[in-house]
T-cell receptor, first 113, second 112 residues
């Protein structure tokens, strides 16, 4: 089945850019998602990208997709203390995704003052 | 709209007790899911449903049962709780495949 890998921790200084990386195995995946989880809360959809796109920008967020290398990244510009959370990469398996998304283990983003 | 609502928010069970977690969505979504989240393990799919009256097993179904008698509700049951089922449980829904999942805020379950 699909496998999604992420680093467990990323530490950045406030005001710097954060780049969270994700690799996946199913080259037929159609949609790729980034979710944010704040302490004690559920997962909130941040952004997503369709597999025929290379890049998507939404305010401070930039998603880059390298389909050849099966690599997805999320860049957060001007990182703020409110960005401190766990970020999950999620991939929709080929075949429509009725059985849900495959999630990475999540990257804890730690903001240093 | 409330979105996806999970009840209860917290629960402590003794080994061998049973309980039901309720998930309700008001978005008329067809697909519903139960995940568990454990430290260092990410989210793992327990069971899912692609419509009223249907259920299917996910990655870690053992020890759990589900029912989808009404489109808006998806129930997760533990017949005989074990300490290994201590976890945070998340319900999610979506209108169909190729659409983002909408998550509830989770149920934190401790089994002693």
């Amino acid at each position: 089945g699909e496998d999604v890998e992420q680093s467990l921790f990323l530490s950045v200084r406030e005001g710097d850019s954060s780049v969270i990386n994700c690799t996946y195995t199913d080259s037929s995946s159609t949609y790729l998602y980034w979710y944010k989880q704040e302490p004690g809360a559920g997962l909130q959809l941040l952004t997503y990208i369709f597999s025929n796109m290379d890049m998507k920008q939404d305010q401070r967020l930039t998603v880059l997709l390298n389909k050849k290398d099966k690599h997805l990244s999320l860049r957060i510009a001007d990182t703020q203390t409110g960005d401190s959370a766990i970020y999950f990469c999620a991939v929709e398996p080929s075949g429509g995704g009725a059985d849900g998304l495959t999630f990475g283990k999540g990257t804890h983003l730690i903001i240093q003052p | 709209n409330a979105g996806v609502t999970q009840t209860p928010k917290f629960r402590v069970l003794k080994t061998g007790q049973s309980m039901t977690l309720l998930c309700a969505q008001d978005m008329n979504h067809e697909y519903m899911y139960w995940y568990r989240q454990d430290p260092g393990m990410g989210l793992r799919l327990i069971h899912y449903s692609v419509g009223e009256g249907t259920t299917a097993k996910g990655e870690v179904p053992d020890g759990y049962n589900v029912s989808r008698l009404k489109k808006q509700n998806f129930l997760l049951g533990l017949e005989s709780a074990a300490p290994s089922q201590t976890s945070v449980y998340f319900c999610a829904s979506t209108r169909r495949g190729n659409s983002p999942l909408h998550f509830g805020n989770g149920t934190r379950l401790t089994v002693t």
